[in-house]
């Protein structure tokens, strides 16, 4: 019995994930954007989102953090990241947080930010925002 569990038990942990690294850059006016969340929004299937650091790099993650995504095609969404330690003020009157990001960036109908990742290759992208 215990030889069986210990045999499963190396089967599951040499299981080959489905998703892939996927990494990179996010600019503003030719500057690197900080505190960008990044979202993948697939045409089926799960998302998967990273954060921006003071360079504009991004990593994504699925499932846990750093697995990156699921292969496929997608859109790419832009909003601001609030840190769970540091969360915003409310806008006074209500309604949405500002953002630095132009509307279209925000919304999957109309973000002109694409992405088609591959297995097998580096998915490592650069996406300029333009005002």
């Known amino acids: 019995m215990g030889v069986m569990a210990l045999t499963l038990l190396g ?3 040499c299981a080959k994930s489905d998703t892939v690294a996927v990494t990179g ?7 690197p954007v900080d505190n960008a969340e990044v979202v993948f929004n697939p045409k089926t299937g799960r998302f998967a989102t990273g954060v921006t650091d003071s360079s ?4 994504l993650s ?8 699921m292969p496929g095609e997608y859109v790419v969404t832009l909003g601001e990241y609030y840190p769970p330690d540091k969360p915003p003020a409310p806008p006074k009157g ?3 947080l500002p953002s630095r990001f132009p509307k279209a ?7 002109p930010l694409k ?5 097998g290759k580096k998915n490592d992208f650069q996406f300029e925002v333009t005002k």
Do not use: L, N
Not at 25 to 31: A, D, H, L, N, P
Not at 56 to 59: A, P
Not at 62 to 69: I, L, R, S, V
């Open 115 to 119: 992405a088609t990742i591959e297995r």
């Open 25 to 31: 850059t996010v600019t503003m006016m030719g500057q």
């Open 94 to 96: 209500g309604g949405f």
């Open 105 to 111: 960036y925000a919304d999957q109908a109309t973000s």
């Open 62 to 69: 699925t499932a846990k953090p750093g697995d990156g995504a």
């Open 11 to 13: 089967a599951v942990g």
């Open 56 to 59: 504009g790099r991004f990593s």
